[in-house]
């Protein structure tokens, strides 16, 4: 450095705030501004070789360096990018503004990690500060994503999610929620709430109730067995994807009302939880995997997996179909391309409520009450009102009961006032019976009256091929049955009555009551050794 003059330093203090501020500084000089605790130098004059005359501010402890940064661009080295209405004048933000954007829960103190500490207050605050805040509240600008990054957070107590709530994790098993307390772990509040003081659903309206909030990419794991997961109070148009529920609860434990991955609840009819998403919910460990009693609308859930609980969905149960939030039960729902594995009861059972539709669900080991398919209890679905579909879905049950395990009683994989298709097709073996009637496969009695049978008959050993259905009426009270075989054969003309089939009503357990349908045949072809290929639909 060429050195110009030595002087002596000199140095100023006073207010920044009060009077004409900060003076021009001689080259060098330096001054302290009392008030705001900031340094100032003087730059000295141009012909010293200054690049402008002015002030220059020295960072010191007291300086928040984000706030200097006034110069952040996007892709600032991709000439491909234009930000700006001109290339040349490009759009500049501070650091600040630009860290702003995403708020993490570490922003409000929340420690995660090891899931140590118990974060509930700093997690409840963040959540207040960002949507309760009286001094934002209902600006859709401070509507901001909170963000927990991986670990384990614990919390004992209930946390309360107001509108436009948006938290998002790192996805199921990298950020873990761990929750020690009782009641629900979540609980949804409504637009009169304040910081401090939730409000839930007695007070709830149509245009106050919460509304368009988003959760996601996290795992729940709930410390004990009598707790809620996520309490919806007459919740809409909310979101909840990539989120696993963890309860406490195994299948040798007693039924607990309160043991709920979603609880799902309406003032009425129509201040009420509906609308909403459910996408990639994985619950394990409840009671109830969803449970809605009253007049929820509209909910779907989708790509969802429900494991080892007493009942999947419980729609309606209890509802008295007249008080109000109780008239109609669950309606309009839909639940899709899910699976239930190891249910003990019902995977979906709607005791009221109509227009509810499983759609291309998979059941395995459901309704068997903890003891595998030779032991079944409950249908895999039940309807008990009218007005519910199931459609296109998949059930294991009949791989064990279908065409063994005759001995074993086969409760309906849907059963209650509904029809439905059983789109699996199943295979079996048929051979040469010329004098007497041989076991071919059953189909579930329950409560259906009727069926339709769709079957394809192919022989190995000649030309012999048979498309048809049986059609069965059944009359459970005067122990009679029929059926009747409409089909087209292709082969030798004499050998078209050759296969023969008969429906019988069968206790296959000895329990004195009534089970299921066999169907056997009887096959004239000498030496015939075929397969028959069918499918089903209960037209009841």
């Not at 291309?360 to 008990?384: C, K, L, M, P």
């Not at 394809?456 to 075989?485: C, E, F, H, P």
Request: aromatic share 10%.
């Amino acid at each position: 450095m060429a050195v110009v003059q030595i002087s002596r330093i000199q140095i100023r203090r006073g207010q920044k705030n009060s009077g004409t501020g900060i003076p021009q500084l001689a080259s060098g000089e330096l001054a302290w501004a009392v008030d705001t605790q900031e340094l100032f130098i003087g730059n000295g004059s141009v012909a010293e070789g200054a690049p402008y005359v002015g002030n220059s501010k020295i960072l010191t402890t007291n300086d928040n360096i984000l706030e200097l940064f006034e110069q952040y661009q996007y892709k600032k080295n991709d000439t491909t990018v234009q930000t700006g209405v001109d290339s040349n004048y490009p759009i500049l933000r501070s650091v600040q503004d630009r860290l702003d954007e995403r708020v993490s829960v570490a922003a409000f103190g929340v420690v995660g990690g090891t899931g140590a500490t118990d974060d509930t207050v700093a997690i409840q605050r963040a959540i207040d500060q960002l949507y309760l805040n009286p001094a934002t509240f209902g600006l859709t600008t401070n509507r901001f994503i909170l963000e927990f990054g991986p670990g384990v957070f614990t919390f004992s107590s209930t946390i309360y999610i107001p509108s436009y709530t948006s938290i998002q994790g790192s996805g199921q098993g990298r950020t873990v929620l761990v929750y020690t307390g009782t009641g629900s772990a979540f609980e949804f509040i409504n637009d009169t709430s304040t910081i401090g003081n939730p409000s839930t659903i007695n007070s709830t309206t149509f245009n106050n109730q919460p509304k368009h909030t988003y959760m996601g990419g996290f795992s729940l794991n709930l410390s004990n067995i009598n707790v809620t997961g996520f309490k919806l109070n007459a919740v809409r148009n909310g979101v909840f994807e990539d989120i696993g529920i963890n309860g406490a609860w195994t299948n040798t434990d007693p039924v607990n009302a309160n043991s709920m991955a979603l609880g799902l609840y309406a003032l009425s009819s129509v201040v009420t939880t509906q609308n909403n998403s459910f996408f990639r919910v994985n619950a394990s460990g409840h009671t109830y995997g969803v449970y809605a009693k009253q007049d929820i609308n509209g909910n779907v859930f989708n790509a969802c997996y429900f494991n080892e609980m007493h009942m999947g969905f419980s729609f309606g149960q209890g509802a008295n179909l007249s008080s109000q939030g109780e008239e109609f039960g669950p309606r309009n729902n839909s639940i899709t391309d899910s699976s239930f594995e190891d249910i003990n009861r019902q995977g979906i059972k709607v005791a009221n409520g109509s227009g509810n539709i499983s759609s291309s669900n998979r059941f395995t080991n459901v309704g068997n009450d903890a003891g595998g398919n030779t032991n079944s209890q409950y249908g895999h679905i039940e309807f008990d009102s009218v007005g519910n579909s199931s459609v296109q879905d998949i059930f294991d049950r009949a791989i064990d009961l279908a065409s063994s395990n005759y001995t074993s009683a086969y409760v309906g994989e849907v059963i209650g006032q509904t029809a439905f298709t059983n789109v699996t097709t199943r295979k079996v073996g048929i051979v040469e019976s010329s004098s007497s009637f041989i076991e071919l496969f059953r189909l579930p009695l329950s409560n259906k009256i009727g069926y339709e049978v769709s079957y394809i008959y192919q022989s190995t050993t000649g030309i012999r091929m048979r498309s048809g259905k049986l059609l069965i009426a059944a009359d459970i009270n005067n122990n009679q049955i029929q059926l009747v075989d409409d089909y087209e054969f292709t082969g030798n003309p004499l050998e078209d009555t050759n296969l023969e089939f008969k429906a019988t009503l069968v206790d296959s357990d000895s329990d004195s009551s009534l089970d299921s349908i066999l169907i056997t045949y009887k096959n004239a072809s000498v030496g015939d050794l075929a397969t028959l290929s069918y499918s089903y639909r209960s037209l009841s």
